[in-house]
């Protein structure tokens, strides 16, 4: 058997803090579908769809996924990354609002929007990202479409424009990388950026928007290259399960495998589907339970305006984000 030692040294983070700003994309999934199939179906350009910021089709059901990640360097900085921007303007505008991110925005304190990929429930809210701060630096993956790129420049972006170049990691600050995943799925999309950060003492962590090229693919691909891989820490973010709440043997290998890895922490978002986190709790996986509050449907999900802290933060960092009715959980 040939061992593959991961070679690529990204550094290490003292600290990670996760403020899950939206975890659900939209409210009911029924609506989202039967949508998609009044439109065409699942090979349908999601452009053609008229859901909101194109046009006013099921606009209420409308929300977001999108998270800030605030890391304390090794040499004790502070660097803050917003992954991905939600969908609904509207929701995006006030969920904003509420956890102090428009000012962060504002003031130059985020250095960096990461887009993990096309979908409509974690890219057409940019709006409200780029009202805030034109400038911010955008990291796309491969695969974007023309009408995706003509849509960012039409919402006022200013700032560089970066493609991750497929399976090539970028370190965007000791710690903290991205890759971008070749990947084929609904409504066209390609692509998905995936972000990994190395924990002191704690080993590598990984954050997906949906995890759409599957989950064990992205972790083995962190175990087979990153120093540090071996000991996967924590995942959070959607793993595209059971997004239709279906189930079948092969997700059972799935979470089976998963729960083989020794991770010390999971928080799931929406996409994950609530029967997959039901079988992952049974199987042992350590999923931490969300609030169900603030638009979020379920405690199996980790929810809107609840920040996860990877490792303690100190005061100073997390006094840095002035924000309302949040509840913390430690891991
Ligand atoms: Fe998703
Ligand atoms: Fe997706």
Known sequence: MTTITPTLDIGQIRRLRILCISETGWHD????????????????????????????????NAAGFSALLEAETSDGSVRRLLFDTGW?????????????IDRLLQEGRIEALILSHEHFDHFWGIGSTLKHCPGIAIYIPEGFHPEGLAFIRQQGHSGPLITVPSEQPVVLFPGLAVVSFPMSTLLQVQGENVLYAR?????????????????????????????????????????????LEDWDAQRDQIVNTLSSYGIAKMACNH????????????SGLPVLRGTARYGSQTDLFLATATCWNWGEMSGRVTDR??????TSVQG
């Open 29 to 60: 999934t029924a609506t989202v579908f039967d949508d998609i199939r009044a439109a065409g179906g699942a090979q349908t350009d999601q452009y053609s769809i008229p859901w909101p910021p194109f046009g006013p089709l099921h606009a209420d």
């Open 88 to 100: 609904n303007p509207e929701w995006m505008d006030r969920r904003f609002a509420e956890e102090g």
């Open 199 to 243: 924990l002191q003492d704690h080993g590598l962590s990984m954050i997906t928007g949906c995890g759409h090229g599957g989950v064990l693919n992205l972790l083995d691909y962190a175990r087979r290259t990153f120093i540090g891989g071996e000991h996967i820490h924590a995942i959070y973010g959607g793993l595209h399960l059971s997004p």
């Open 271 to 282: 996409c994950t589907g609530r029967v997959a986190v039901e079988k992952m709790l049974e």
């Open 321 to 326: 984000i002035g924000t309302l009715r949040r």
